[in-house]
């Protein structure tokens, strides 16, 4: 099947799976439960175990047979599937509930699995019910929970299961966190809180909370709200905290310039400086973000890598979390979420946050267009370019967000991300936008526009939230009337087709253009290493029609010896570049306990380098142009 029809056979998936999803939603909604309240707790730091129960209480009348409690496959912002039910472990089912504080006698009732995320409980005719399970959680991250002896960091989908049928209704927490640690969370409203009321389960899990002893929170204000930053560091700060935060509100208020303040009292940053050279992650929410950087924030380029995380974060408590492609929530967790706009959701958040550094005044126009031009370098680099769409990325999110694949995949070659993709086009729509309406209407008006028209003046579709979700169609009408230009067939070609961006087009209204020279690093001769594996040089792709692939070479070959001369990590590319087009570079690998030795011939560089650059030609109107698009 070519990428054409898979496409179209996706699509017709999608849709055949929406009208299900939809109807079960509707059917499944039951009557309101009285309570539902969960209780956290973690009396054993170093076993990395969540203690959970949940404490419901029915209704009035003949309760049902059987609940079903489930653990979602998947959570938000992350399109991945995980099955964090693989981490639930003595799940057990008790009658009635007991005071906190109290000990009871409690008798057990029966509970069978269903599926693998399912446990099912017999009510066994009584109208209060405990259920009690403990998560193992290792892993400090966006969308997984860690508990060790330094702290509880925890992201909700992967510990809180929910009651099927009864996701919208109001729940509660409580936690009950070691002695002498703090809570902090996106929904703190007092001193020392400890207990929460969430109108639904969604919003539970949209509340990452972060508990420990030596956490640091510092608190600034812009228009009247409140944010917090709270830092936990795994190594040193070398002093850096203040700056850090002075920073984060230069970006906050550059964002806030452009949107108008949040709807939000106050919002969160739990950042995270983990120390461990592997834990990174920056994931959005309501009120509150979770950012985890792997290096210390005295180490050299972890501040700027913080700081241009935050600005993509905080830029998605609109784009994404309230305004939102129309899969975006309220979600079914026994399946992976299918949208077509993360190329809109995260790529142009992408964008954003790096226009925002520079509007913040973070970054300089040269910092700005050097990272600009590196997105294009790595985008027209790929192979994946001529064959997936934006829109096709964003469909196949579950393929690419972080997913482990068992199986070897093709997808170096045939993929390309959502993100750097999305700010591409974001980049160009912006200065097509600007340039067509001589700096009258830009790319922050349409966003402006469909927050205005689908989340603040929208009625509720659904429990979830305010609003309703966009489709691409939408956002195509919105681009076009705010422009008065049509850009039906810049999306036909751009979004949903292949091909190259008119990046010189929309440069040229801001005096610019792209120029296309030899990378730096002019052969790889098609070889894509693995850097996860640190202890072999292993090779992590092929890429198509490449020397490589002539050679044999595949992925999870270990290279020995490249020109007869052995080599590592650092010195395999220099090696390689001794040598000139034309030239056999003899080279062993290892493939299971086979030494191979073949050849590669080296054709031209297939790789180039892209940088933005000024045109000679720029008027003083281009020049204004950028000063205004980079300024805000
Ligand atoms: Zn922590
Ligand atoms: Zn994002």
């Known amino acids: 099947m070519n990428s054409i029809a898979r496409h179209k056979t996706l699509r017709s998936l999608l849709l055949l799976s929406l009208l299900f999803s939809s109807a079960a939603f509707t059917l499944g909604q039951e009557q309101p439960l009285r309570s539902i309240t969960y209780r956290l707790s973690m009396s054993r730091p170093l076993s990395h175990l969540f203690e959970v129960r949940i404490e419901v209480e029915l209704p009035e009348g003949p309760p049902p047979k059987s609940i079903d409690f489930q653990m979602p496959k998947w959570s938000p912002g992350r399109y991945a599937s995980f099955d964090f039910a693989k981490n639930v472990q003595q799940f057990e089912a008790l009658g009635g509930i007991c005071p906190s504080g109290a000990q009871c006698k409690m008798p057990s009732f029966p509970v069978s699995r269903v599926d693998d995320q399912t446990w099912r409980v017999?009510?066994?005719?009584?109208?209060?019910?405990?259920?009690?399970?403990?998560?193992f959680g290792n892993d400090l991250s966006g969308t997984f929970s860690q508990l060790d002896s330094r702290h509880a960091n925890f992201n909700g989908g992967s510990i809180f299961m929910y009651l099927v049928n009864h996701k919208q209704d109001p729940v509660s927490l409580s936690i009950t966190p070691p002695p002498g640690w703090k809570i902090v969370n996106g929904r703190i409203d007092r001193k020392d809180q400890t207990e929460w009321q969430f109108s639904n389960w969604d919003i539970l899990i949209d509340t990452p909370t972060e508990i420990a002893a030596d956490l640091t929170v510092d608190e600034f204000q812009v228009d009247g709200k409140l944010y917090r930053v709270m830092v936990h560091s795994f190594?040193?700060?070398?002093?850096?905290?203040a700056a850090l935060v002075r920073d984060i509100e230069k970006i906050v208020r550059a964002e806030t310039a452009m949107w108008g303040p949040p709807e939000l009292d106050s919002y969160t940053f739990l950042i995270h400086f983990a120390a461990d050279d592997h834990s990174g992650d920056g994931m959005e929410h309501l009120t509150s973000t979770q950012i985890i950087e792997p290096g210390a924030l005295g180490e050299d380029g972890v501040y700027g890598s913080a700081l241009d995380t935050v600005a993509h974060e905080f830029f998605h408590v609109w784009n994404v979390k309230r305004l939102r492609p129309v899969e975006l929530?309220?979600?079914?967790?026994?399946?992976?979420?299918?949208?077509?706009?993360?190329?809109i959701a995260e790529g142009l958040t992408n964008y954003y946050g790096h226009l925002m550094m520079r509007r913040a005044g973070i970054w300089d126009d040269t910092r700005f267009f050097r990272t600009e031009s590196q997105t294009v370098t790595g985008i027209?680099?790929?192979?994946?370019?001529?064959?997936?769409?934006?829109?096709?990325?964003?469909?196949?999110?579950?393929?690419?967000?972080?997913?482990?694949?068992?199986?070897?995949?093709?997808?170096?070659?045939?993929?390309?991300?959502y993100y750097p993709k999305?700010?591409?086009?974001?980049?160009v729509l912006d200065l097509l936008i600007r340039g067509k309406t001589g700096g009258k209407a830009s790319l922050d008006d349409v966003m402006r526009r469909m927050y205005d028209e689908f989340y603040l003046k929208s009625p509720n579709a659904t429990y979830y939230l305010r609003g309703r979700g966009y489709t691409n169609e939408d956002f195509l009408r919105v681009a076009s009337e705010v422009s008065g230009s049509d850009f039906s067939d810049f999306f036909q070609r751009y979004v949903s087709g292949v091909e190259i961006l008119p990046y010189d087009e929309a440069?040229?209204?801001?005096?610019?253009?792209?120029?296309?020279?030899?990378?730096?690093?002019?052969?790889?001769?098609?070889?894509?290493?693995?850097?996860?594996?640190?202890?072999?040089?292993?090779?992590?792709?092929?890429?198509?029609?490449?020397?490589?692939?002539?050679?044999?070479?595949?992925?999870?070959?270990?290279?020995?010896?490249?020109?007869?001369?052995?080599?590592?990590r650092e010195n395999w590319l220099v090696t390689l570049a001794r040598y000139k087009q034309g030239d056999r570079v003899p080279i062993t690998v290892k493939r299971d306990r086979r030494t191979i030795q073949t050849t590669i011939v080296l054709r031209e560089p297939e790789r180039f380098e892209y940088r933005i650059e000024e045109r000679k030609d720029a008027t003083a109107a281009q020049k204004g142009l950028r000063a205004i698009w980079l300024k805000g």
């Open 380 to 417: 027209e680099n790929a192979l994946g370019s001529h064959l997936m769409s934006a829109e096709e990325s964003s469909l196949l999110a579950p393929f690419l967000d972080g997913a482990p694949h068992a199986q070897r995949t093709n997808l170096a070659n045939t993929s390309i991300s």
């Open 422 to 427: 999305g700010e591409l086009i974001g980049l």
């Open 507 to 568: 440069l040229a209204f801001v005096g610019m253009h792209l120029v296309r020279g030899q990378a730096r690093e002019p052969f790889n001769a098609g070889i894509g290493i693995d850097w996860e594996k640190t202890d072999k040089l292993t090779i992590g792709s092929v890429r198509n029609d490449s020397p490589a692939e002539d050679a044999g070479l595949q992925e999870g070959d270990q290279i020995v010896s490249l020109g007869r001369k052995n080599i590592s």
């Open 122 to 135: 017999a009510t066994m005719n009584t109208h209060r019910l405990t259920i009690r399970y403990k998560v």
């Open 235 to 241: 190594g040193d700060e070398g002093g850096k905290r």
């Open 329 to 343: 929530g309220p979600w079914d967790f026994t399946r992976p979420a299918n949208t077509r706009g993360l190329w």
